[in-house]
Each structure stands twice: as C-alpha cells, then as structure tokens.
C-alpha cells in the first residue's frame, strides 16, 4: 500500500472512487446476469456514490478543524453512517409481495445493502477487505446454492412453480389433486375460487425437483381431461 500513501490526496480519492466502481462492476454484473430489478447501472451508481460520500465525509473531518475560539469535532464517518439506513428505501422497492403470499426480491435487497457497504469499505481505505467482501459475497450468491441444490436435502433440491387450473366440475378437483400427487409433486398451497358458468378456478403452489423442466410438468397436466385450461408459471 505504499505506493497508493506516496499519491496525492487527489488521486487516491480518484483510486477509491475506481476501485469502488471497479467492485460494484462485479455486483451488478451478477444482477444483470439473472436479469434481476437491480442491475449493473443501480450497483454501479450505490457503490461509488457510497465511496464518494465516505471519502467527504473522512475529508470534511479532518478539513473543518476549528480555530483559536472555536472547537469544531466531527465523527470521520458521521456522513457514511447515513448510508446504510439511507440504502433501505431503495432496497424496499425491490421487495415485492406476489399474489400468492410469497416474497420476491429479499437477495436483491440485501445486494443493494451490499453494494453500498463495499462503496463504504474502498472509501475508508480498506481496499483488500472489500476485495474480499465481493468475492464472498458472489460465492455466498452463486456457489453455495448451487452446491447445496446438488448435495442438500431434499427441500433444497425443489423449486416453486405455480399451476392455475379451470375446472369445469368441482368434484373433478379431488380427482386432479391425486394425479398431481401421484407424479411425485408436491402440493405446498392451494387456493379455489368459483367462477361464472360453474368454473372453477384453482390456483395450486407446488414443489418439484429442480432438474425437471417446467414444460415437462405443464405437459403433464394438460393431459388431464378434467382440467379446461392450465396455465403455468415458474417462481
């Protein structure tokens, strides 16, 4: 690190804020690769401005040191602690509720979070522990789950995928649920409606092995002679 002290203050402000950007690059590319809400632009911009901030506020500290009549004392990091209860509003609105009670969003939150404390480490000067930071974070977001839907318990290697099913005749509607059962799905939830012209709408939240193709399971189900319409929709 002696090369970064032997900078200007200048330009190791301009190191920090390209470091900064540098990390939230790899965040945001890990959003953008799954096409989540918040992508690379998002990421990119909490993470230096995040640096940005810490940086004035480190700066402004030790600038505005008062004179002979006045004793002006700042805390270093005064401005940068507003960050992180700050972040939580635009973390909120990546948070969304689905119509089935399930919540959507909560990793992106905490990415946001993130992102914003890697700005807060590069700013202070720890560059090496924020380094480290991404690279945990992107395993702890990447490789554990993968690792864990390969070798896990079985509730690890299931995912959600959601079923709406019209039913013409309500006491069909027993008659599909053990089908489904019987096919080595899960039903976790199920929600029925009664509709117009003696429809029946129910809406079903199963489980299924994540190595099978959620075409598979809509071909499945549309065989039924029971059901009128299948729509399908993979969480």
Known sequence: MDWFLNLSSEAQILVKLGVSALLGLVIGLEREIKRKPVGLKTSLVISIISCLL?????????????????????DPLRLAAQIVSGIGFIGAGVILRRDNNSISGLTTAAIIWGAA??????????????????I?????????PWLVALIGPKQFRQKEIMLKLMIPNKYDIAIVMKKIKEDN??????????????????????????????TDVYYFVSTFEEISKVEIENL
């Open 185 to 214: 799905i899960f039903v976790k939830n199920i929600r029925i409606n009664d509709l117009e012209d003696d429809l029946h709408y129910v809406q079903l939240l199963v489980l299924v092995d994540t190595k099978r193709k959620t």
């Open 54 to 74: 810490t940086v004035v506020s480190i700066e402004s500290a030790y600038t505005f040191t008062g004179s002979d009549h006045v004793n002006i004392t700042m």
């Open 136 to 144: 945990l974070l992107i395993i702890s977001v990447e490789l554990i």
């Open 117 to 134: 404390g890697i700005g807060i480490a590069v700013g202070a000067g720890f560059f090496i522990e924020a380094t480290a930071g991404v």
